[in-house]
């Protein structure tokens, strides 16, 4: 058994089947059994407390248990925030409102689908779900794409099974923390690509 990133240097205890260690700072981890055990990782995504997330009684926000692209297409227009609740959504490949500053992704949320953001401003895509490519055609959509943007923020989630670029970023000012990134598997399932005066902190790919 290994355990990634060696920079760590954790060693398991091993007991029969079961393996044991600690963990002592928030990281991503890859527990690897065997010779082939690359193949089949088991990813450990400890992430740091959230601190600021937002409560789904914020009026601001438009709250989804299972939203759909029609949803979100008619959100009311007093809100300037989508929260996604946990459970499935089906989003399709969404292009974001100017007026929508904040989208969180509550942990245990699965999004299946893509954003899209052009020429907004000063916007926040975070929290601790998933947003999945699983069900794009390939090469339909990057997980997320930004063009003439400033100011942007990707910050805990998981993006899976992208079939292009997982986030595509072409934007100043942007900052990418502790996203997740899993591959789909696919010829040009690129990670993360950032523009100009730009920071990507703590992130696995």
Not at 98 to 121: C, M, P, S
């Amino acid at each position: 058994v290994r355990i990634f990133p060696s920079q760590y240097q954790i060693s398991p205890v091993i007991d029969g089947n079961k393996i044991r260690f600690s963990v002592q700072n928030p990281a991503q981890y890859s527990v690897e059994i065997g010779a082939n055990g690359y193949k089949n990782g088991l990813m450990i995504f400890a992430d740091p407390p959230e601190t600021d997330a937002p409560s789904p009684t914020n009026s601001s926000y438009a709250v989804f248990d299972s939203a759909t692209q029609n949803d979100l297409n008619n959100l009311p227009t007093n809100v300037d925030g989508i929260y996604f609740e946990k459970g499935t959504h089906d989003i399709g490949i969404y292009n974001v409102p100017h007026r929508v500053k904040n989208i969180y992704i509550e942990r245990g949320a699965w999004v299946d689908g893509a954003l899209i953001l052009t020429n907004n401003q000063d916007t926040r895509i975070f929290g601790r779900g998933v947003l999945s490519g699983r069900q794009l055609n390939y090469r339909s959509a990057h997980g997320i794409e930004a063009s003439g943007i400033s100011d942007l923020t990707v910050e805990g989630i998981v993006v899976d099974e992208f079939k292009y670029f997982a986030l595509r970023l072409i934007s100043d000012y942007t900052t990418v923390k502790w996203v997740k990134t899993i591959g789909a598997w696919t010829w040009n399932s690129d990670g993360i690509s950032v523009w100009d005066d730009s920071e990507v902190d703590h992130c696995f790919i």
